[in-house]
Nanobody, 119 residues
Framework: QVQLVESGGGLVQAGGSLRLSCAAS????????MAWYRQAPGKQRELVAE???????NYPDSVKDRFTISRDGTKNTVYLQMNSLKPEDTAVYYC?????WGPGSYEYWGQGTQVTVSS
């Protein structure tokens, strides 16, 4: 079992910055991808950023050049640096981890953290 604990959400004015953290603990596999998703009211959950265990990153166009995903030295904590925030970035942000463990692949989600950007 894997636990994901997110932190760092809050209220910020448009143009400001926030950094989210997601710490993974438990039975951690070395081959994994960690990602941030977000879900705004009435909308589907969407990918914001992802990073593989080989540090390959991926972003949708909506956040490219504004958001940066990274890992710490242990590779078990992932960060999302969000700059130039816009009101449309307002959402609950979720951390997701997928990993290989034994013969299978497993997916885990954090509880979510609210980000609110005021205009």
């Amino acid at each position: 079992q894997v636990q994901l604990v997110e932190s760092g959400g809050g209220l910020v004015q448009a143009g400001g910055s926030l950094r989210l953290s997601c710490a993974a603990s438990g039975s951690l596999g070395s081959i994994n991808t960690m990602a941030w998703y977000r879900q705004a009211p009435g909308k589907q959950r969407e990918l914001v950023a992802e990073i593989t265990s080989g540090d390959i990153t991926n972003y949708p166009d909506s956040v490219k050049d504004r958001f940066t995903i990274s890992r710490d030295g242990t590779k078990n904590t992932v960060y999302l640096q969000m700059n130039s925030l816009k009101p449309e970035d307002t959402a609950v942000y979720y951390c997701r981890r997928t990993q290989l463990w034994g013969p299978g692949s497993y997916e885990y989600w954090g509880q979510g953290t609210q980000v609110t950007v005021s205009s």
